[in-house]
């Protein structure tokens, strides 16, 4: 029989890597807490028509990346319905601030999440057809204050706060502005006119989005597209007098808040939502899959798919990319100067398989006052129980009949070779922290 593995573009986390991943998320959370943000969960999968609506059905994540499926209808009195696992959550979180009436509060709604998404992308490094995303949104309606350009400005200042915390270094904010819906369909036309004549030299997808979406023309990957793309109008000559405005006041209180970022005009990102401010960071590390983060504004999204008006700002972090970069980093410091991996604090040894029951009990008494302890067990010789604690944890602590009964232990640190007596009633403490 042929062995199963995870699906191409899945894999398994494992430790120690997923304590990178829990120190980035307990970094994530701890951040956006000071914010003011709030937790959201929503489901893993969809009506597809809230991707179609809300994404876009000309971006290449609905017209090509989505796993969707037929979902049977399991009895008469239901209907079968397509579904779609998650390729993002923006339209999920807006699609319960609509279901819930959090707009009705009358207050800006903070929410962040994080979770999977799947994307039927070509998986290489970096890459993956189920990946984890940290995002947020700041969304409600517009007497929240939540159109202000003081909040696209928070949202980057908070991330750039979260990448310092984390250490992550060598990041570049790329910043621009796609203008308000208006702006978009004029330079979407303005587009269409300067493809017209271009497109037949380019792609199979630019010939199509030439005349479907001209925008989209912006994303293609295709190397020799590039030089064309390069000549083309640029978004930054659209926008009217009010969408230049609200960049400006992004950039001024980015500016009096010290957050670095490097314009970058044919920034317009893959999601059709976007409005107005849309941004970046990418990392140097990561090579063609540089971008550790993505967002921006979208201020009709929640009209796009049958909400109240309530524009908003949001990003997602790609948390697999940032994961990888922390990797590297820590391998290149780590190469200067090496660190012994993380250990517990203690392994018990119980002399003999009658000694186990006690070693658990003593194990539990350690835990409970926050020790780390790995258990050994009792049908070990003495010498594999050294070599196992050796690896595991910084002390062995030996239980045997004797120690048992007088209640004092023997204690055996690894880094100084020191075999001390320590009575039990002291032992966490001498352990510890
Ligand atoms: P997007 O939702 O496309 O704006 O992506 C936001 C971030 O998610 C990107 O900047 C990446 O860091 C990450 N990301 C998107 N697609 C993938 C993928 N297939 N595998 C890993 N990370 C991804």
């Not at 701890?30 to 937790?39: H, Q, S, T």
């Not at 750039?160 to 270094?169: M, P, R, V």
């Not at 030299?201 to 190397?223: E, F, G, H, I, Y």
């Not at 978004?235 to 970022?261: C, K």
């Amino acid at each position: 029989m042929s062995t199963l593995k995870a699906v191409r573009g899945t894999r398994d986390l494992l430790p120690p890597e997923t304590v990178l991943w829990n120190r980035v998320e307990a970094t994530a959370r701890k951040v956006f807490a000071r914010y003011n943000f709030g937790e959201i969960r929503t489901p893993i999968f969809e009506e597809t028509s809230l991707f179609a609506r809300g994404v876009g059905e000309e971006t290449d994540i609905v017209s090509k990346e989505m796993y969707t499926w037929e979902d049977r209808a399991r009895a008469q009195s239901e209907k079968s319905q397509s579904l779609t696992l998650r390729p993002e959550n923006t339209a999920g979180v807006v699609r319960a601030y609509i279901e819930h009436k959090l707009g009705e509060t009358g207050q800006l709604q903070k929410l962040y999440y994080i979770g999977p998404q799947f994307r039927r992308e070509r998986p290489q490094k970096g890459r993956y057809r189920q990946f984890w995303q940290i995002g947020a949104e700041a969304i409600g309606p517009p007497s929240a204050g939540s159109e202000s350009p003081l909040r696209d400005a928070e949202v980057l200042e908070m991330l750039a706060t979260f990448l310092d915390e984390l250490g992550i270094t060598g990041w570049t904010l790329e910043l621009n502005s796609v203008g308000s819906a208006a702006d978009r369909a004029r330079y979407n036309e303005t587009l269409r006119a300067a493809l017209e004549p271009l497109a037949p030299k380019m792609c199979a997808d630019c010939q199509r989005r030439a005349v479907t979406n001209p925008l989209r023309v912006l994303d293609c990957k295709v190397a020799e597209d590039q030089p064309i793309i390069a000549t083309l109008p640029r978004i930054a000559d659209s926008l009217d007098e009010n969408s230049r405005a609200h960049f400006a006041q992004v950039t001024a209180a980015l500016d009096a808040a010290g957050v670095p970022y490097k314009l970058n005009p044919r920034l317009v990102r893959g999601l059709d939502y976007y409005t107005r401010t849309t941004f970046e960071f990418t990392h140097g590390g990561l090579g063609a899959q540089n971008a550790l983060l993505g967002g921006g504004r979208y201020d009709g999204l929640s009209e796009a798919i049958g909400g109240p008006r309530a524009p908003g700002i949001g990003f997602a972090i790609g948390l697999d990319r940032l994961v990888l970069t922390l990797q590297a980093q820590e391998a290149a410091q780590n190469a200067a100067s090496p660190q012994a991996a993380e250990k517990g604090h203690a392994y018990i040894a119980p002399l003999g398989e009658g000694l186990n029951a006690a070693a658990l009990a003593l194990a539990r008494e350690l835990r409970r006052k926050g020790l780390t302890i790995e258990l050994g067990d009792g049908s070990f010789r003495l010498k594999k129980s050294f070599e196992a604690a050796e690896r595991a944890a910084r002390r062995i602590v030996i239980l045997g009949e004797d120690e048992l009964k007088s209640g004092i232990l023997t204690v055996k640190d690894f880094a100084s070779g020191i075999q001390t007596k320590v009575a039990r009633d002291g032992l966490a403490e001498f352990l510890g922290p």
